[in-house]
């Protein structure tokens, strides 16, 4: 890279494109931001700075590398690290052409029942975390296997478990700061430590019943320079150092008065995503480094590390052979893919230099996917003879990794399509097909264009079918794969639904569109003819369009070519806001009674931004009919009835006949036969 010292130019803030997947993930950590005390206020505060900026900084780095005349094509093949020396030496050298380095952080087919490897066992009737893949369950804070309630309190930051009847009763709970005990690893004596928990998966083998909990956890030395530093000074350095590492802790609870710890692991880097799959957690953590750093003799913290708590507490570093890399784009921060096996209580770790954004996995592959920015400078003629002008031309790939899921994670290969996608449910496989839509954003001469566009890839990661140019000018909000189907939500003005037919992998096509107001921002299949929308109703002012309320629709999708409809509600006015907007798991749905509950914090419909309630939502859809059966709120009110204190963190599971509702400081129990309370208490 030349050593010009060019300008940052803020202006090019506005060239960033983001996601709406780190759009959640900041949404979430500002939530727990304002529900957490100390701990979690610390934790999470210079996480959410460093989300925020590491936008910036990841995407100005990109397009600064790609602005020297000489630039290759990048290709994004993967090679092995052949030593650790050469490891250490790529790493040194990338940390200083970056004068030090810039630390990046990674943050979260119709799937109608539970995800088959969740604790299930003779209990009741009960609800399950609403994932992607049917069999393949998603870590959530809260889970019940119909007989016990589990859930975590982000407030107090530990985890509660509850008696899933009339009247519960709480017979555990374990603070996040007690996860670990007083071990540690001799490495990091001295440091202080911080756990937070996180989320969890409920497992059952045989007639085993497994809990585990993932957390994270902050190391850092206060008033303490990095030894790295030495004399160089530098004025914005944190008053403290540490590193964040992911903490995996499984339980046995067959026995729930008498848990056992079975296992313990500590990865390196902050949770992307986690699966849950036939015994295997499968997790992937992104890892940057320190802000600044420079060659000393403490080099050997750059290699990816994990540590396994047993007799004895272990820091072991990951073999090189299990290291692979971009020789042309090399980036000083990694992701590791780890499989645990729960059943033979055994680690497997893959490492990939780069950040990844977003994942995906389905029964037999796992796909990392990350953005690369491409700049290119063309000469067009001018209005002046015999002159040309220079224009500027940015754009996005996204980088898609295939690993096979066996005995270990395996790479196998990977290719790059135009755009960028928004989430998770982006991408789909079905029939050995892996399918993907972006919205592909060009930025000329800061004017921007956007389209959107559909792939399907084969197993040997070859586009054999595509759809280009669907929707110019407006961008995806949602997508869902339905088997040979794809519905998708474009916006700019109205919510086109599109019903993209995929059967034929070679040949996709458009089927029908629907164009209504608003905007869905997750689809959820409700079975074979009618998906269910939620998104964001829209109106226009001055001239632009704006959000108004939280919108439900119900679609007849029955007519492939003429989609329909059928039913729609608008719940409050401008601010009004779910989590389950931007997060499928706080969504849950019970199909004995076809209910959904998802937390709400609803706003007078005034234009006023006043809000009018917090609390949890209860919708029952029926014959293509929505219906509001009930509103549970802990909130305390005025005499006026205004929020004095509205409470976050509202949850919900079904047992049987019964709904309950938890958050941060209380629970509640609604008999569902005659949407009755039955039951409140604090916790």
Same mark, same amino acid.
């Given at each position: 890279?030349?050593?010009?010292?060019?300008?940052?130019?803020?202006?090019?803030?506005?060239?960033?494109?983001?996601?709406?997947?780190?759009?959640?993930?900041?949404?979430?950590?500002?939530?727990?931001?304002?529900?957490?005390?100390?701990?979690?206020?610390?934790?999470?505060?210079?996480?959410?700075?460093?989300?925020?900026?590491?936008?910036?900084?990841?995407?100005?780095?990109?397009?600064?590398?790609?602005?020297?005349?000489?630039?290759?094509?990048?290709?994004?093949?993967?090679?092995?690290?052949?030593?650790?020396?050469?490891?250490?030496?790529?790493?040194?050298?990338?940390?200083?052409?970056?004068?030090?380095?810039?630390?990046?952080?990674?943050?979260?087919?119709?799937?109608?029942?539970?995800?088959?490897?969740?604790?299930?066992?003779?209990?009741?009737?009960?609800?399950?975390?609403?994932?992607?893949?049917?069999?393949?369950?998603?870590?959530?804070?809260?889970?019940?296997?119909?007989?016990?309630?589990?859930?975590?309190?982000?407030?107090?930051?530990?985890?509660?478990?509850?008696?899933?009847?009339?009247?519960?009763?709480?017979?555990?709970?374990?603070?996040?700061?007690?996860?670990?005990?007083?071990?540690?690893?001799? @490495?990091?004596? =001295?440091? $202080?430590?911080?756990?937070? &928990?996180? %989320?969890?998966?409920? !497992?059952?083998?045989? *007639? /085993?019943?497994?809990?585990?909990?993932?957390?994270?956890?902050?190391?850092?030395?206060?008033?303490?320079?990095?030894?790295?530093?030495?004399?160089?000074?530098?004025?914005?350095?944190?008053?403290?150092?540490?590193?964040?590492?992911?903490?995996?802790?499984?339980?046995?609870?067959?026995?729930?008065?008498?848990?056992?710890?079975?296992?313990?692991? @500590?990865?390196? =880097?902050? $949770?992307?995503?986690?699966? &849950?799959? %036939?015994?295997?957690? !499968?997790?992937?953590? *992104? /890892?940057?480094?320190?802000?600044?750093?420079?060659?000393?003799?403490?080099?050997?913290?750059?290699?990816?590390?994990?540590?396994?708590?047993?007799?004895?507490?272990?820091?072991?570093?990951?073999?090189?052979?299990?290291?692979?890399?971009?020789?042309?784009?090399?980036?000083?921060?990694?992701?590791?893919?780890?499989?645990?096996?729960?059943?033979?209580?055994?680690?497997?770790?893959?490492?990939?230099?780069?950040?990844?954004?977003?994942?995906?996995?389905?029964?037999?592959?796992?796909?990392?996917?990350?953005?690369?920015?491409?700049?290119?400078?063309?000469?067009?003629?001018?209005?002046?003879?015999?002159?040309?002008?220079?224009?500027?031309?940015?754009?996005?790939?996204?980088?898609?990794?295939?690993?096979?899921?066996?005995?270990?994670?395996?790479?196998?290969?990977?290719?790059?399509?135009?755009?960028?996608?928004?989430?998770?449910?982006?991408?789909?496989?079905?029939?050995?097909?892996?399918?993907?839509?972006?919205?592909?954003?060009?930025?000329?001469?800061?004017?921007?264009?956007?389209?959107?566009?559909?792939?399907?890839?084969?197993?040997?990661?070859?586009?054999?079918?595509?759809?280009?140019?669907?929707?110019?000018?407006?961008?995806?909000?949602?997508?869902?794969?339905?088997?040979?189907?794809?519905?998708?939500?474009?916006?700019?003005?109205?919510?086109?639904?599109?019903?993209?037919?995929?059967?034929?992998?070679?040949?996709?096509?458009?089927?029908?569109?629907?164009?209504?107001?608003?905007?869905?921002?997750?689809?959820?299949?409700?079975?074979?003819?009618?998906?269910?929308?939620?998104?964001?109703?829209?109106?226009?002012?001055?001239?632009?369009?704006?959000?108004?309320?939280?919108?439900?629709?119900?679609?007849?999708?029955?007519?492939?070519?003429?989609?329909?409809?059928?039913?729609?509600?608008?719940?409050?006015?401008?601010?009004?806001?779910?989590?389950?907007?931007?997060?499928?798991?706080?969504?849950?749905?019970?199909?004995?009674?076809?209910?959904?509950?998802?937390?709400?914090?609803?706003?007078?419909?005034?234009?006023?931004?006043?809000?009018?309630?917090?609390?949890?939502?209860?919708?029952?859809?029926?014959?293509?009919?929505?219906?509001?059966?009930?509103?549970?709120?802990?909130?305390?009110?005025?005499?006026?009835?205004?929020?004095?204190?509205?409470?976050?963190?509202?949850?919900?599971?079904?047992?049987?006949?019964?709904?309950?509702?938890?958050?941060?400081?209380?629970?509640?129990?609604?008999?569902?036969?005659?949407?009755?309370?039955?039951?409140?208490?604090?916790?």
């Amino acid at each position: 890279m030349r050593n010009d010292k060019r300008e940052l130019d803020l202006r090019r803030l506005d060239e960033i494109q983001v996601s709406d997947e780190l759009k959640r993930r900041t949404i979430l950590k500002c939530k727990d931001l304002n529900k957490g005390g100390i701990v979690m206020k610390r934790r999470w505060a210079a996480a959410v700075m460093t989300l925020i900026v590491s936008i910036f900084a990841f995407t100005y780095v990109l397009s600064y590398l790609r602005q020297d005349k000489d630039t290759r094509e990048v290709s994004y093949e993967l090679t092995q690290v052949q030593s650790k020396k050469e490891f250490l030496s790529m790493i040194n050298k990338k940390l200083k052409e970056q004068n030090g380095g810039i630390r990046l952080f990674g943050g979260r087919q119709v799937a109608e029942k539970a995800a088959d490897s969740s604790a299930q066992n003779n209990s009741k009737e009960h609800s399950s975390t609403n994932v992607q893949v049917e069999g393949i369950d998603e870590a959530d804070i809260i889970k019940t296997d119909g007989q016990y309630i589990y859930v975590i309190n982000f407030e107090r930051n530990e985890l509660n478990v509850y008696t899933a009847e009339e009247k519960p009763k709480k017979i555990f709970s374990l603070k996040g700061e007690d996860i670990l005990g007083s071990r540690e690893a001799k @490495e990091f004596k =001295g440091f $202080k430590r911080n756990i937070g &928990l996180q %989320d969890m998966f409920l !497992y059952k083998n045989g *007639n /085993k019943n497994y809990l585990v909990i993932m957390s994270i956890v902050s190391r850092y030395k206060e008033n303490t320079e990095h030894p790295s530093l030495k004399e160089r000074v530098i004025g914005i350095m944190p008053i403290y150092y540490g590193e964040n590492t992911t903490l995996i802790s499984v339980y046995d609870v067959s026995d729930i008065e008498k848990v056992d710890v079975v296992k313990q692991y @500590e990865i390196t =880097g902050d $949770k992307l995503s986690a699966r &849950l799959k %036939d015994g295997k957690v !499968y997790l992937v953590t *992104n /890892k940057g480094f320190y802000y600044y750093f420079r060659e000393s003799s403490n080099s050997n913290n750059l290699l990816p590390y994990y540590i396994e708590y047993g007799q004895e507490v272990e820091k072991k570093e990951i073999d090189v052979s299990n290291i692979r890399y971009n020789k042309q784009d090399i980036q000083p921060n990694y992701t590791i893919i780890s499989s645990i096996d729960l059943n033979k209580n055994t680690i497997n770790n893959q490492v990939i230099l780069g950040y990844f954004e977003n994942m995906y996995m389905s029964h037999d592959s796992l796909y990392l996917v990350k953005i690369a920015l491409n700049y290119k400078e063309i000469k067009q003629d001018s209005n002046k003879p015999n002159e040309s002008i220079a224009v500027s031309i940015y754009d996005e790939d996204t980088v898609i990794y295939k690993f096979d899921l066996g005995e270990k994670v395996e790479y196998k290969k990977f290719i790059s399509v135009k755009g960028r996608i928004i989430n998770q449910f982006s991408m789909d496989e079905y029939d050995g097909y892996f399918r993907i839509a972006t919205t592909e954003s060009i930025n000329q001469n800061n004017k921007f264009t956007t389209t959107n566009n559909v792939y399907v890839i084969d197993k040997n990661m070859n586009v054999v079918g595509k759809i280009n140019n669907i929707a110019p000018d407006e961008r995806i909000y949602s997508t869902r794969f339905v088997k040979d189907k794809l519905y998708m939500v474009t916006f700019k003005q109205v919510d086109p639904l599109f019903v993209i037919d995929l059967k034929n992998p070679r040949q996709p096509k458009i089927l029908g569109l629907l164009k209504i107001p608003g905007y869905s921002t997750y689809l959820h299949p409700y079975d074979e003819n009618t998906i269910i929308g939620f998104g964001m109703d829209t109106g226009e002012m001055e001239g632009r369009v704006v959000n108004k309320g939280m919108k439900v629709a119900i679609f007849d999708v029955s007519d492939v070519n003429n989609p329909k409809q059928k039913d729609s509600i608008e719940i409050g006015g401008k601010g009004t806001f779910s989590e389950s907007l931007y997060n499928h798991k706080a969504l849950v749905e019970y199909r004995k009674y076809n209910l959904y509950a998802f937390e709400l914090y609803e706003t007078k419909n005034d234009d006023s931004y006043v809000l009018d309630f917090a609390g949890l939502c209860l919708m029952q859809i029926e014959n293509n009919k929505i219906d509001i059966k009930a509103k549970i709120s802990h909130s305390i009110t005025s005499s006026q009835n205004e929020y004095k204190e509205p409470i976050y963190g509202y949850r919900a599971v079904f047992v049987d006949n019964l709904m309950f509702v938890i958050s941060s400081r209380a629970i509640s129990v609604i008999n569902l036969d005659n949407m009755k309370e039955v039951y409140r208490g604090n916790i």
